[in-house]
């Protein structure tokens, strides 16, 4: 079973920048979703094996999700001009065992991270 640790949250200006990083057990495919206080998990951004990636409209242009070259069982999330309303606790997910064909699907993924914190001081 894989294991997920994501670390790299904290606090940062709202047009600021993070790098999250999801560190897992093996490679695999993953997903980054987001639950802000209040509100329902919401999917972020997702890579499959292939190196094929998906993002939420919200994020489009501004988060990037890649695999590392050297440690292929590591993987980013970099954000950019993060906005207060992105406020949220973000989780690393990982199918059980391939990815399905609705990676935006919370339903898609087994395995879970315990999340790290984002806050966007406006």
């Known amino acids: 079973q894989v294991q997920l640790i994501e670390s790299g949250g904290g606090l940062v200006q709202a047009g600021g920048s993070l790098r999250l990083s999801c560190a897992a057990s093996r490679r695999a495919s993953m997903g980054w979703f987001r639950q802000a206080p209040g509100k329902g998990r919401e999917f972020v951004a997702a890579?499959?094996?292939?190196?094929?990636?998906?993002y939420a409209d919200s994020v489009m242009g501004r988060y990037t999700i890649s695999r590392d070259n050297a440690k292929n069982t590591v993987v980013y999330l970099d954000m950019i001009s993060l906005k207060p309303e992105e406020t949220a606790i973000y989780y690393c997910?990982?199918?059980?065992?391939?990815?399905?064909?609705?990676?935006?699907?919370?339903?898609?993924?087994?395995?879970w991270g315990q999340g790290t914190q984002v806050t966007v001081s406006s």
């Open positions: 890579i499959r094996w292939s190196a094929e990636t998906y």
């Open positions: 997910a990982a199918p059980a065992s391939l990815l399905s064909t609705h990676p935006r699907r919370d339903t898609a993924y087994a395995l």
